[in-house]
């Protein structure tokens, strides 16, 4: 099996509102793609995230999700900007659960251990 990861741009997620941003993302891992956020998701939408996915995990098909996020350290001033902007700057990692071994954070790294060798879900008769 082939790995997808995923960038996708705060622009592109701008234009969504919350709930097409969590049908987005969840479509996404339904397909065993690994996402990159290029901005962090507010307690609001995380915590709709995970409600969605509690409700539609399939035990043949779909697992549910794993996801990190990393926060930007920044000045006040960049606060400020970001909340007068609208702007969530950092970036969130969203994956299906079937592929994220681990996430683990250092002092000044990200790693992700991901599996490929997903068993095929059975055929149901």
Known sequence: MDLQLDFVSSETL??????????FIIGKIKENVILILEETL?????????????RE?????????????????????????????????GLTIVGPTRL???????PDYISMFAKLDIPKSKKKK
């Open 14 to 23: 701008e234009s969504k509102t919350k709930i097409e941003k969590i049908n």
């Open 42 to 54: 507010d307690p609001i939408e995380e915590a709709e995230l995970i409600e969605t996915t509690m």
């Open 57 to 89: 995990i399939d035990t043949e098909n779909f697992h549910g999700i794993e996801f990190y996020r990393i926060d930007h350290e920044s000045t006040l001033r960049d606060k400020i900007a970001g909340y007068i902007s609208g702007r969530k700057t």
């Open 100 to 106: 994220i071994e681990a996430i683990k954070r250092g």
